[in-house]
């Protein structure tokens, strides 16, 4: 791993994610970013920060806040709601399984009749993915979750949005998919997933046995790129200074 002027600690695993998961709200604008999970909220913060300094915080609640925590405005749940149906919002949800075409699963391993496991429900996913901007975090990249086929479709995937028509595809938009060994997008003819960089320590062999599906792989695959000495100050000192973020990915 690399060093920078901010620190003599190497770059770690889960600072590569930080900063992949950033990059998914580079240039969105004054939008209401919505991390779910503790690597994509450190990213968002990071993104505001530095490269996206209009996105809109909140604090969980009912407030629009900045970095400090202060108040900036008010954020009741009827107008989230309104942001979120206008597309104004670009949310970075978790999944417990994703295919190649994005369509993810957070509600049920197995049969719906049946299931074998119990997970959080449908929630919010299909509303987010027909409405505004959606990306995904997966702290653990395995065939488990990179999977051929969901189980049961709760954000839609490109597919489902293409054969739906028009109604449903206007306002579908995935972004990214960040995972613990490196970043993937949907830039492909028809909408699948491709690997977009690997981390570095990673290699493309290990993606692909981690994943049940075959991914668009170009010749050259780049490195995720690295933090600036600026962006790992932050993370380090201000953001993360406890280093929270290595609870969820270990180097």
Not at 50 to 60: A, I
Not at 116 to 129: K, M, Y
Request: glycine residues 10%.
């Amino acid at each position: 791993m690399t060093t920078t002027t901010a620190t003599t600690a190497p770059v770690t695993r889960s600072e590569y994610c930080v900063v992949a998961c950033a990059e998914a709200w580079r240039g969105n604008g004054e939008i209401l970013a919505s991390p779910m999970g503790l690597i994509p909220s450190v990213g968002a913060r990071l993104a505001r920060y530095t490269f996206s300094p209009d996105l809109l915080m909140t604090d969980g609640e009912a407030m629009l806040v900045g970095l400090d925590g202060t108040v900036e405005g008010w954020l009741p749940y009827r107008r989230h709601l309104t942001m979120a149906a206008g597309g104004r919002r670009h949310v970075m949800m978790g999944a417990s399984q994703i295919d190649r075409f994005g369509n993810q699963n957070i509600s049920c391993i197995g049969d719906w009749e049946r299931p074998r496991r119990q997970l959080l429900g449908v929630r919010g996913a299909p509303v987010n993915t027909l409405n505004n901007q959606v990306s995904y975090w997966v702290p653990k990249h395995s065939p488990r979750v990179f999977v051929e086929k969901v189980d049961m479709v709760c954000g839609v995937g490109n597919d489902r949005a293409a054969a739906a028509g028009p109604s449903a595809g206007r306002f579908h938009r995935l972004g990214r998919v960040v995972s613990d060994l490196g970043v993937f997008d949907f830039a492909t003819p028809d909408g699948s997933m491709r690997l977009a960089s690997v981390h570095p320590g990673v290699t493309v062999e290990e993606i692909r046995e981690a994943t049940a599906f075959a991914l668009a792989i170009g010749d050259d695959v780049p490195f995720t790129r690295e933090p600036t000495a600026e962006e790992l100050r932050l993370i380090r000192e201000v953001i993360d200074p406890d280093g929270t973020r290595d609870r969820e990915v270990r180097q």
